[in-house]
């Protein structure tokens, strides 16, 4: 069953009932001023930080979901009846509704009692503001007398303490109202030099700005008594809860429109500059108020939605493909591409499942969310990674998070995330073969931000290997540390103390237990490191990290190797975890993924027979479990995989980050069918035909499928943030598809399901757009090449020639 459909052409996706069984959501933003949205308005707004610069108060997780949000209520002045046009949050029946999530904006359309609606959501490029345009039509053969009334609630800034200090917030709260435009400036008055307005286009019946006054004793934002009676009361906010409504009056003539602009903003003022007259208490809005007038004008507000689509067309452009099936088509050309570009924003900050406040950017998470996004924003990946990079410690280990606000390492959670390092040498090589930049391994980057403590990011890169070899454990495999890239295998941790964190709570000094999946990284990332020096003609530098991965991979292939895969880790104890040996959690999907990326097993057999494996035991209609058997009971010395019920999360759930790393390690020992296959199972576009088992936005990945033991099966949660955006993304562009960036070259190594005839992608690479046509001739991957009509030997397009506007490249594989 479907809630709606995919309107390719505009790269949107059409909601056509508002009661999708999860509120289906949308992004703002791109650069520094954000906001979630959900199919029916709900959702919030930030400044940078969605914990420390919260503009408007929201409650995902109330009954009903989905409450406080970007609302407009319509009034007839007639028959005093009232509805909302986003459905949300009255609930009153539409006669016509459709919401269009697209590239950075939400337009929600709605007919109800002969009044037409539209409302569009978006974020101008360059400013810190968002605009909601509201057009109504009368369908009616007669005038129509209405009230609109918009409202959202103001979150007092730091929305951790917005949600729990209520002794001193109920008395803070302060606004002021001045020609039309209402300006939250709780704290203003003290250390902040920040506000918020909130302005109409139109002149002002009356306001509210007292949450109170405007909904009446007991009353939810479903009936607000403003609107039934159609009278707001002018309320001016003293402490409580402070919102922003405007009411307006307007008569509309049989078949007219009228547009109204609403805006949202965020502002700072110099802090010498706070107040006008100086001295006083009254904001000074000499520097907001040119630019609330400026997208007040429709003509603005148009011209900056045409700059947001051009905006998004440009950064989707650098790659299109066609090949024979539209899931993919429509994944990679639009959503899938889309959804890193969020990641790249948000990290794991601010969605319907993360509320904004307990995470800031993750390191591991970052550095892979890049993988994603770099041939879209270069500039803009280059200083994500020295911002990750200057939060790197001393010891070459990393802070797990830093905060995007102050760009910090947070000290709450810490360090000791063994693996976090390593995902920084990938993100950096991905860089530099993406944009040939090899100026960045020279910048100067400090460690926990520490002045005087800067060395060039190429050390920081070496530093992170020797992190890794520093800390070896009794098998020579590296020690885990509080986790590796599966938070919730904590075998260091040992709580039997409800409420403890497991991430952060360490009962064991962690010289024992050890990860082969950090072995099967460091593999990796140490021979992309080799790699990367050997380019650079530096192979002398490159040629000890060359053997460090040798003999790692070794040990892997002995102490790692469990008989039919590769083993998950040894605990506490140095008994093995993923083991046959084991009654429950016998195979995890990590290793296999990775160690076979990392081309262990490839000579022996043991890369396919260990993928043979994840097939057999793993495998599942609705993706690839990360574990099994999953875990019956609570387990003290693993932690907290074993706390979530069997089938969930990293408890034997369809994790789906880790699905394509088995596409590509199937992609690796050249198996089109199978890594296609597993790429589809999971492909959302493609199950939006279940999308009532799948549940979450048909559009976008989600962190999870609930897994086999699960009783929900194949019902997917935790959508947008996740790490499944930027792998899935890589897989089936660079793996599948093939279409790899390399130091000297495109390399080009399709391995395509047998049934594809091959396809055509278009790939603007260090500038230039290269025109590539995939054609199969025979039944394998060897693949021959044909440049500007030219034979080329190998696998890999040469950089262009300086001048070369485009390249076409013509490729067989037989
Ligand atoms: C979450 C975390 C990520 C971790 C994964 C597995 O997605 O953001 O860092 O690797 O869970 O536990
Ligand atoms: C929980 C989640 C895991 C996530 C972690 C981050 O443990 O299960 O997916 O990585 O929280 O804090």
Redesign the pocket.
Known sequence: MRYGYFDDEKREYVITQPDTPLPWINYLGCEEYFGLISNTAGGYSFYRDARLRRLTRYRYNNEPLDEGGRYIYLRDNVSGQFWSPTWQPTRMPLEEYTCRHGMGYTAIRSLNQGIEAQVRYFVPLGESLEVWQLSLTNRRPAPARLSAFSLVEFCLWDAQDDATNYQRNFSTGQVEVVDGVIYHKTEYRERRNHFAYFACSEPLAGFDTQRAAFLGPYRGFDRPRAVEQGQASNSIAYGWAPVGSHAIRLELAPGETRTVVFLLGYHENPVEAKFDPPGSQTINKSTVVPIIRRYLQPEQVEAAFQALRSYWSGLLGRLQVNTPDEHTNRMVNIWNAYQCMITFNMS?SASFFESGI??GM?FRDSAQDLLGFVHMIPERARQRILDLAATQLESGGAYHQYQPLTKRGNND?GSNFNDDPLWLVLAVCAYIKETGDEGILQEMVPYDNRPGSETPLYDHLQRSLHYTLERLGPHALPLIGRADW???LNLNCFSDTPGQ???TTTNKDGKVAESVFIGGLFVLAAKEFADMAEHLGQPDEGLPYRQAAASMGATVLSAGWDGDWFLRAYDDFSQPVGSSQNVEGQIFIEPQGVCVMAGLGLEDGRAARALDSVGERLATPHGIMLQQPAYSQYYLHLG?ISS?PPGY??NAGI?CHTNPWIMIAEAVVGRGDRAFDYYQRINPSRREAISDVHRCEPYVYA??IAGRDAPTHGEAK?SWLSGTAAWNYVAITQWILGIQPDYGGLRVTPVLPAGWQGFQARRTWRGVPYEITVERRGPGNTVALAVNGKPVEGNTIPVAEAGQTSVSVHVTIS
Do not use: I, L, P, W
Request: with cysteine; aromatic share 16%.
């Open positions: 794991r307990g995470r993750g959670v599966n938070d919730c964190s497991f991430q907290e979530y999360k990293e994790f962190q999870m935790n």
